[in-house]
């Protein structure tokens, strides 16, 4: 399968590994215009690979950051672009992937990219843009929600369920409601029992406060949810 995936870290390494034909371009390198372009680099990086991209190829782009890109993309007039979700554990460059099984993607590329995958035996389903807006939220709302409990309680993510619950579905809770209202979706208040129910699968991961201006940073700057302020003033975390 021909496509190029635009950074060299562990997924973009990863994704290299799945194809003979897929080439690796890091930075400063020439982007091809001529086949699917996997964008794998940090969120910070997207302005830079976006500048490298010939405006004829930019509907061949294929995101698969973490953080919300729901703005930047409006900005850049790449709403429709195809987007995934990857629940794919790779711990450190060239390591075997470890498959969690939720990965999903949406947009022109989307049955394209479900094939990378498969060709390294990994799990996507592909959704309609909707659906993917609330899977979108989910995992937003898991790393912005659990590295600020992770932080503040000084615990891992299984520690934050065990011994902090009622904390972490009030913060959750608050989180899920204020993207969704931005985002025009709705949400469901199970949203809370799924994303602990996740945390105790991986009991020993500790969350953190990164990518200000991806995660928690975002929805700050449009709304300050009381509790969500709470955490970001007691950490220290204004930017």
Excluded at 173 to 200: F, H, K, N, P
Aim: negative net charge.
């Amino acid at each position: 399968m021909k496509y190029t995936i635009v950074g060299k870290g562990r997924i973009g390494t990863m994704l290299k590994a799945l194809s003979t034909d897929a080439i690796l371009i890091g930075r400063d390198e020439a982007i091809p215009a001529d086949d699917p372009i996997i964008v794998a680099t940090r969120c910070d990086d997207l302005d830079d690979v976006l500048s490298r991209v010939p405006q004829t190829a930019r509907e061949k782009l294929i995101f698969v950051q973490n953080g919300m890109l729901h703005s930047w993309l409006l900005a850049n007039h790449l709403e429709n672009s195809t987007q995934a979700l990857l629940y794919v554990a790779v711990s450190a460059r060239g390591a075997t992937p470890v498959d969690g099984g939720g990965s999903v993607v949406h947009g022109q590329l989307a049955s394209f990219f479900c094939d990378v995958l498969r060709q390294g035996e990994l799990q996507c389903r592909e959704v309609t843009k909707p659906e993917y807006s609330t899977e979108l939220i989910e995992k937003y709302v898991w790393n912005c929600g659990f590295g600020l409990l992770c932080s503040f309680f000084s615990c891992s993510v299984g520690e934050v369920v065990q011994n902090h619950r009622l904390a972490a579905d009030a913060l959750l809770w608050e989180l899920a409601q204020d993207t969704a209202q931005l985002l025009g979706v709705s949400i469901d208040r199970g949203i809370c029992e799924r994303l602990c129910m996740y945390s105790t699968s991986i009991f020993s991961y500790r969350g953190a406060v990164k990518e200000w201006e991806w995660r928690n940073g975002w929805l700050w700057k449009q709304h300050q949810g009381a509790l969500h302020s709470q955490y970001v003033e007691a950490l220290g975390c204004i930017k």
